[in-house]
């Protein structure tokens, strides 16, 4: 496989250290693929079983701790123990459920060659899926593929699994095809190359990657080059609820602070004076990103993308000089001692597992920084399922981001337990409770910020409340209808 056939190029990726688990899992969760540096065999080792439960392939040679070597093997079948090309694939695909998690570390560089080749399948299927022209049904029916198991039958299996959201793919004798679906293979595999991506790994470099969505490979190369591989499985599915809040007007309140950050940035960026008292638009559950394409219209600024550009880079710099103002950002009634209450929640075992995450209009540094000075301690929230104002227009985009992350981390039970929803929204606007309710999960509305109790029953939340803490028995008795989560297993998977 040649890297000028992708077309993504080369990437310079963003690696993380091992022990920042918060952001690998994020990157893993909302990315697919998380890339890290700083590693061995050790430390691999231990972030793997961290991740889940490792792996132990029969058909190689492992120490016992699950890690595999990948170098020029010649008893070992199958090219990634060659110096060969290894083509994009997903490991142990012939598998009735391959492994979750492929993690790698880069132990010896090769001469030359030997780039890691990636690519995105959400991003494959969009691009089938946009052609319109039949591919997607032939990948998406086991009537057309099918993949060699371990004893050497072939096995029918679709490419793509829409039930399970599980992406299959090999080229090598492992794989079979229709007729119907050999004829359009070329074109399958130039969406896969446009769709691809190349990053020249360095000794200790690596990534752990999801092997239901990212398909890998790697390009031939001279010399001796060692890889370090460990194959993982998430825990059981479990019972989990997520807890999604808003911040302005549920967690804190900082008008004044918002207001004057955000209008002394757009009028120092666009050059003249841009303020609340003369831009009618509307404030109130909006994002960041969406009020100040508003805004921008609304004054006919021209370069609209360049200022967006520049805004989101400097906005925040433009928050903490309010901030220094004297602008302040306090807890709303009743947050504190509520989210005390939730932590306790947390911990205990026998109700199910409880996510806390934010869903806001604020960027994400705007967020952590009203929360800070509010007195909240931000590491309460899982900033991996949450979504921020700085990457969406409009309300349900965030919702909808979020709950993508929770379904990528749960799966397809994510979202199913009885008739009870899993997912519950807490905001103070009216189109909090609008869009919870399109996006099909439950919605704690809460009068804390500028809506009467008035404004916001009349649209029929779940439950309505005028301050937070007044929402814990509501609270409670969701969490007790939720079945207790199953025990995990922590041994050793064989393979």
Not at 28 to 53: P, T, V
Not at 95 to 107: C, D, F
Not at 323 to 338: N, W, Y
Request: charged residues 25%; proline residues 4%.
């Amino acid at each position: 496989m040649e890297i000028t056939r992708c077309g993504l190029g080369m990437v310079e990726p963003k690696f993380r250290l091992p022990n920042n688990f918060e952001a690998i899992q994020e990157d893993f969760y909302s990315k697919g693929i998380a890339f890290i540096e700083e590693c061995n065999e050790e430390i691999l080792r231990e972030l793997a079983h961290q991740l889940g439960d490792v792996v132990r392939p029969r058909n190689e040679g492992v120490d016992g701790t699950g890690i595999s070597n990948i170098r020029c093997t010649p008893s070992l079948a199958g090219k990634g123990y060659s110096s060969e090309e290894l083509y994009f694939h997903t490991d142990r695909s012939g598998w009735e459920r391959p492994p979750r998690i492929v993690m790698s570390t880069l132990k010896k560089k090769s001469t030359t060659g030997g780039e890691s080749l990636l690519a995105d399948t959400t991003r494959i299927l969009k691009d089938i899926k946009d052609q319109g022209d039949g591919l997607y049904e032939l990948l998406t029916s086991s009537k057309h593929s099918s993949f060699a198991s371990e004893d050497g039958e072939f096995v029918p299996r679709p490419i793509f699994d829409e039930t399970s959201s599980l992406f299959r793919f090999r080229f090598d004798d492992n794989i079979q095809l229709s007729a119907s679906l050999v004829v359009r293979f070329p074109q399958l595999l130039d969406i896969l190359y446009r769709n691809s991506f190349a990053v020249a790994l360095q000794e200790g470099q690596g990534y752990v990657l999801d092997n239901h969505r990212f398909l890998h490979g790697r390009t031939a190369f001279t010399g001796s080059r060692e890889l370090l591989r460990a194959l993982v499985n998430l825990p059981p599915p479990q019972s989990v609820v997520t807890i999604l809040f808003d911040i302005d007007g549920t967690l804190c309140r900082s008008e004044e602070m918002s207001v004057d950050a955000y209008y002394s940035c757009v009028s120092d960026i666009v050059g003249r004076s841009i303020t609340h008292a003369n831009t009618k638009v509307n404030l109130h559950g909006r994002t960041d990103l969406g009020l100040l394409h508003d805004a921008l219209d609304y004054h006919k600024v021209e370069n609209k993308a360049s200022v967006i550009e520049q805004f989101l880079q400097r906005h925040p710099s433009y928050l903490q000089k309010s901030l220094e103002k004297g602008f302040l950002s306090i807890p709303c009634p009743g947050v504190k001692d509520t989210l005390q209450w939730l932590a306790t929640k947390m911990k205990n075992s026998e109700s199910p597992i409880l996510r806390i995450g934010l869903m806001t209009g604020n960027s994400r540094p705007n967020a952590l920084l009203k929360l800070t000075a509010a007195g909240i301690n931000t590491s309460f929230f899982d900033l991996s399922i949450s979504a921020f104002g700085d990457t969406h227009i409009d309300r349900l985009s965030l919702i909808q981001e979020s709950m993508a992350k929770i379904r990528a981390r749960d799966g397809s039970r994510a979202f199913q337990h009885n008739k009870q929803k899993k997912v519950i929204i807490v905001g103070d606007t009216p189109l909090d409770i609008e869009c919870a309710k399109q996006a099909g999960c439950a919605v704690v509305a809460v009068a804390s910020g500028n809506y009467g109790m008035d404004d916001l029953t009349v649209l029929e939340p779940d439950h309505a409340c005028v301050r937070i803490s007044e929402s814990k028995a509501y609270l409670d008795s969701y969490l007790a209808a939720a079945p207790a989560p199953a025990a995990a297993s922590v041994s050793m998977v064989g393979g």
